[in-house]
T-cell receptor
Framework: AQTVTQSQPEMSVQEAETVTLSCTYD???????LFWYKQPPSRQMILVIR??????QNATENRFSVNFQKAAKSFSLKISDSQLGDTAMYFC????????????????FGKGTKLSVKP | GAVVSQHPSWVICKSGTSVKIECRSL??????MFWYRQFPKQSLMLMAT?????????EQGVEKDKFLINHASLTLSTLTVTSAHPEDSSFYIC????????????FGPGTRLTVL
């Protein structure tokens, strides 16, 4: 069974600084996706960034980037130039892909990291 | 991105009554919908997966007779909590995935259920 571990329950960062959230996962699969989701106080889940396991290049989305280390099964999220609106719970998630393509789509979430951006 | 709505956004009911939560995909056809449960300060736990026109697949430990899921159309799935009890109080979130889309699912805003 797959597991996702986020070892940092809470973190804080000063506005405009950079912060890195860690995530490790355990799987015997070779084909999968990894995601970071943001859940602000409104509790609406928002996709931040995704990474296909077969891609060696780390995904980036504006101020958000990941450090994907497949062999180490590590998937950290770096937030640059932190903004007050980045304050939220951040969840790392894993999705298995079928070897024949496609997926049932089940997401397995970590326990989350509560990020506070301070002015 | 695609929009998923949930109704109601919050509901309070008496113990023993049933509550229905609707999840709608507003601008795309959702071939698969997922129902999650989130306790305060905890992560999302998948309850069940439903494909349009098929019976839902429940995760281990989720009572299918208590949490009835119907996915009768490509834009609507419902979760009915039957004979609700205070321990069923939680935040319920649905998500939906379109046909042939493997790498993204769109989340509804969630429904807060409080059972008195």
């Amino acid at each position: 069974a797959q597991t996702v571990t986020q070892s940092q329950p809470e973190m804080s960062v000063q506005e405009a600084e950079t912060v890195t959230l860690s995530c490790t996962y355990d799987t015997s699969e070779n084909n999968y996706y990894l995601f970071w989701y943001k859940q602000p106080p409104s509790r609406q889940m928002i996709l931040v960034i995704r990474q296909e396991a077969y891609k060696q290049q780390n995904a980036t989305e504006n101020r958000f980037s990941v450090n994907f280390q497949k062999a180490a099964k590590s998937f950290s999220l770096k937030i640059s130039d932190s903004q007050l609106g980045d304050t939220a719970m951040y969840f790392c998630a894993f999705m298995r892909l079928s070897p024949y393509g496609g997926s049932q789509g089940n997401l397995i979430f970590g326990k989350g990291t509560k990020l506070s951006v301070k002015p | 991105g695609a929009v998923v709505s949930q109704h109601p956004s919050w509901v309070i009911c008496k113990s023993g009554t049933s509550v229905k939560i609707e999840c709608r995909s507003l601008d795309f056809q959702a071939t698969t919908m997922f129902w999650y449960r989130q306790f305060p300060k905890q992560s999302l736990m998948l309850m069940a997966t439903s494909n349009e026109g098929s019976k839902a697949t429940y995760e281990q430990g989720v009572e299918k007779d208590k949490f009835l899921i119907n996915h009768a159309s490509l834009t609507l799935s419902t979760l009915t909590v039957t004979s609700a009890h205070p321990e069923d109080s939680s935040f319920y979130i649905c998500s939906a995935r379109g046909r042939g889309v493997w790498d993204e699912q769109f989340f509804g805003p969630g429904t807060r259920l409080t059972v008195l």
